[in-house]
């Protein structure tokens, strides 16, 4: 390189410079430097095509700052003609790779670029001809850091422009660089909704894969042979399968020939903890293979699946230890009956129990309760969230009088069964420290020993609490129990501040000022804001401002059935009907003299009662029925 003083009239930005813009750069921040002491280190120039020209392959800020401070000087009287040039490092004759690469590595050095604009810079060196290689070795960075910011080309413009302005975070780039340009497209389309949620981050992954990312590094078994096919996203980091139906049939397949491998081993046992369960370490203690000791193996959701070798519950290591301090130095005695006669004892015990109270309906229910309660691993009940991510809503629903009656009988049943009072939930194993201790068959029987003691009156109560947790907001359930026991909502609702926040459909608001204030009015107001509208309806409701009061409205989408106002749509609570409506039973015509009284145990379900011959049977199967 030259190195000279060219005067700054001679000078401009070169379109292969990286900070290349019609818009002048901000140089806040160096320009107080630039008015001191000047421009101090040269820019990287070459020659233009103008005679005695050159254009600033590097150093555009400087430039510009130096621009800026000749301006202020020529109006003060103080130029001196310094201030006027630049020093410039003249490049030699090149190709407009050269150029590009200088350009970067200059600035990488100063202003740190982000990642779009080392993309677009990355991008020109590769149409220049630039290997991947050959670019991180100039820059000194990995080359699966330049993959990862190329990637960003998948990316459709204005997701790139919004990923430059931090409108969105870099997990959510990296995950649609996974997406099709359809799925970028509909993505962008949700972000322009102000009233849709948006997915981010790990949420926009499940979005983009239909609800379960599941990793290929968790496969048990061999990817590439399975077929299984998997999608990567562009920056090279992650691998996920594209049918999560078929990963799991794989995977369970893989699970279980490595639980036949560990049952050759020796190990006593080998026992599969499924997703809706988690196998804690604390819970268990450590155990050889010949001291009984099994293999959990904890499966996820997330496809991971993780072996723990040898391990007992404490209850068994408690025994075990017991036994050994009784006979210490001597050998474990065999147990008296081996696993598989335990499994046959243990399958006609449960035979004969839930036989034996299908004439207890109470115990039954009893048990139901205790298990929706505490949970089991064959028992996985949630509460209703209850979630919205509209803070006016959640307030609206904290507020709300149906819930503060539900929630002064919850903390009722709540203290009946022992439970602490600042539980949020009766059921979801909210149980007291003591049941929590132990584990969930124990718990249900605990707690089944208490319900067994309170009369049926107090079940019952206990059971409308339970349901009405686990009864799922926005259901066709909903709407058929609703229904049945004929909910008033005007009972238990009445228009509030987040209602009128979140209703702005033009057309609705017109149809529900006629249901409070008439035709005529609606009519008279069709050219007004939807502001306005809004007023006019809570003047009605309120009697205020001169309007008539309005007692006891309910909008058509609350009401039990409910209705639409408009032919458009998309009201869930109509759809919910429709579903409730098309599940009701076809109405049968009532038992004549010679069917059986359907209050009769086992009637309903067509089974013999008394007075009534039993179906055929040869004469062996009939003394059995018989007797029984």
Known sequence: ???????????????????????????????????????????????????????????????????????????????????????????????????????????????????????????????????????????????????????????????????????????????????????????????????????????????????????????????????????????????????????????????????????????????????????????????????????????????????????????????????????????????????????????????????SFLGSPGVALRLMVAHAIVGSHLWSIRPEPQTSRNEDVRDSLDNAPAEAVFDERRRAVLAMLGFAAEEPTVIGGSGDAAWEARDSRQGVSGLFHRLVELPDAVIMEIVTIVMGEALASGSAAVEAVGLHVGVDMTRWWSADEAFFGILRDRDVLLHIVAEVAGQNVADANRGEKTKTLKQIVRDHLDGTNGRTKRDQWVPRWMTFPPAAYTSRGGVGTVAAHAIAQADRPIDRTAPGDDEPDPTTPGAALGLPVEGQAMPPCDEEDGADRLAA
């Open 1 to 355: 390189m030259k190195l000279d003083f060219i005067p700054l009239d001679k000078l401009s930005v070169s379109k292969a410079n990286m900070r290349y813009a019609r818009k002048a750069p901000d140089v806040s921040d160096i320009l107080p430097t630039v008015r001191k002491r000047g421009v101090i280190q040269p820019v990287i120039v070459r020659a233009n095509c103008a005679p005695d020209a050159f254009e600033i392959i590097a150093g555009s800020r400087r430039f510009h700052a130096a621009l800026i401070v000749a301006a202020e000087r020529r109006a003060t009287g103080e130029d001196d003609g310094e201030t006027a040039l630049l020093p410039c490092a003249i490049l030699d004759e090149g190709d407009d790779a050269d150029a590009v690469e200088a350009s970067l590595i200059e600035n990488m050095a100063r202003l740190d670029p982000d990642e779009v604009t080392q993309w677009e810079t990355f991008t020109r060196l590769v149409k220049e001809g630039r290997k991947l290689d050959d670019i991180a070795m100039t820059f000194g960075l990995p080359e699966l850091t330049i993959k990862r910011v190329l990637a960003l080309g998948n990316l459709l413009p204005r997701i790139r422009q919004m990923y430059a302005r931090e409108e969105i975070d870099r997990a959510t780039a990296r995950h649609l660089t996974l997406a099709s340009k359809s799925q970028q497209k509909a993505w962008l389309a949700l972000a322009d909704d102000p009233d849709t949620y948006v997915p981010t981050g790990h949420q926009l992954k499940a979005w983009l894969l239909g609800g379960q990312s599941i990793g290929a590094k968790y496969a048990l078994f061999d990817v590439e042979a399975s077929g299984l096919a998997t999608i990567a996203d562009l920056f090279g980091d992650d691998c996920y399968f594209a049918d999560g139906e078929a990963f799991w049939t794989a995977q369970n397949a893989a699970i279980e020939a490595r639980r036949e491998a560990y049952l050759d081993e020796g190990w006593a046992d080998v026992v599969i903890v499924p997703p809706s369960d988690h196998f804690s370490t604390w819970e268990y203690e450590k155990a050889g293979k010949r001291k009984g000791g099994r293999v959990y193996v904890d499966v996820r959701a997330n496809g991971e699946v993780t072996f723990h070798e040898g391990y007992v519950s404490r209850k068994e290591a408690d025994r075990i230890a017991k036994s050994q301090a009784i006979g210490s130095g001597q050998k474990i005695a065999r147990p008296e009956i081996t696993s598989t006669m335990q499994t046959y004892i243990d399958l006609h015990r449960h035979a004969a129990v839930r036989a």
